[in-house]
């Protein structure tokens, strides 16, 4: 297989794959919705927001733009990124000291391991760093870590706020903080956004513009074909990195020199795609405020 996907980028003059599945900043296509999240991710961290909250689809690209932020920050932000944190109270302050690369006793009962963290915040405030943890699908917290968490960002030194939180998850997250026992966590949250799918100008784009970066010298995707992927992906651009990565395959394997509508076709009726019939959000949806939480 390797070796058919490196004959298929020599066939078209690409360079390196340009529709994997991995978050890649490199690849990253600056839609306005896209532009207004890591806006809003930009808002949150220089506002010092106790809580911000970044919301979209499986595969809408919040993960890749978390990943510019972090490649952006320099060494006065001491980040904490915690993936998929689960469990009670005290296994959550695990999950956040090991991101924060602090040790974690094994018989430490929950109030000796708040005092390290709070301890560690205070030292942190004190050099001139700010630390910022930042929770990748958040929408697995359940309402009382959200709850912790929100007790966290309590902890301060005179006027100053030692801690900010960065929230980002699927839809739910939203439905999450809107809970009635929630209202104090979401008073807090002071910048927010949601990002939805691609609408179909935006899908050709984001295939041209991926291309290019790969190393295309010109359009290798008809408008038909693009449209046609639009259809099937409904703009969410984890499947359409997957259904554009098979096209190219199938254009190679047939001596083509362009993706076509009826090649598109061809790998949605062998079966190879997997994401057809996703339902997502309407594409022309917006950013919703931190008020609207309340």
């Known amino acids: 297989m390797n070796h058919a996907i490196n004959i298929y ?3 078209f003059g690409l360079q390196e794959r340009p529709f994997t599945l991995v978050p890649d900043p490199d690849f990253i296509y600056w839609s306005a919705m896209h532009e207004r999240a890591y806006a809003m991710f930009e808002y949150g961290i220089v506002t010092r927001a106790p809580i911000t909250l970044i919301t979209g689809e499986v595969g809408a690209g919040k993960t890749t733009l978390l990943h510019h932020l972090l490649k952006s920050l320099d060494e006065t932000y001491q980040i904490g990124l915690i993936s998929n944190a689960h469990g009670t109270r005290d296994e959550l302050l695990r999950w956040v000291l090991q ?3 602090q040790p974690i006793p094994l018989q430490a009962d929950y109030v000796t391991l708040f005092g390290q963290f709070e301890a560690f ?3 942190q405030y004190s050099e001139g760093r700010r630390v910022i943890l930042i929770f990748d699908e958040a929408q697995n917290l ?3 870590s959200l709850e912790e968490l929100r007790m966290f960002t309590n902890i301060n030194a005179n006027k100053d706020e030692l801690l900010q939180l960065v929230l980002v998850g699927q839809p739910e997250l939203r439905d999450n903080v809107r809970h009635p026992a929630l209202t104090q966590f979401a008073q807090r949250v002071a910048s927010s956004f949601h990002l939805p799918a691609l609408n179909a100008e935006a899908v050709s784009n984001y295939i041209n ?3 290019e970066v790969a190393g295309a010298r010109g359009a290798i995707f008809t ?3 693009c449209d046609k992927i639009f259809k099937e992906t409904r703009g969410v651009p984890r499947l359409i990195n997957q259904l554009c990565d098979f096209s190219l395959l199938y254009a190679y394997t047939d001596e083509e020199d362009m993706v076509t509508e009826k ?5 949605l009726s062998d079966g190879v795609f997997f994401g057809g019939g996703v339902v997502v959000d309407d594409p022309e949806k917006n950013a919703f405020r931190s008020d ?3």
Do not use: G, M, Y
């Open 9 to 11: 980028l020599d066939h």
């Open 99 to 101: 991101a924060l690369d």
């Open 121 to 123: 915040l205070i030292s």
């Open 142 to 144: 359940s309402r009382e």
């Open 209 to 211: 513009h991926r291309l």
């Open 223 to 225: 408008p038909t074909a």
């Open 263 to 267: 090649i598109v076709k061809q790998v």
């Open 292 to 294: 609207d939480l309340n």
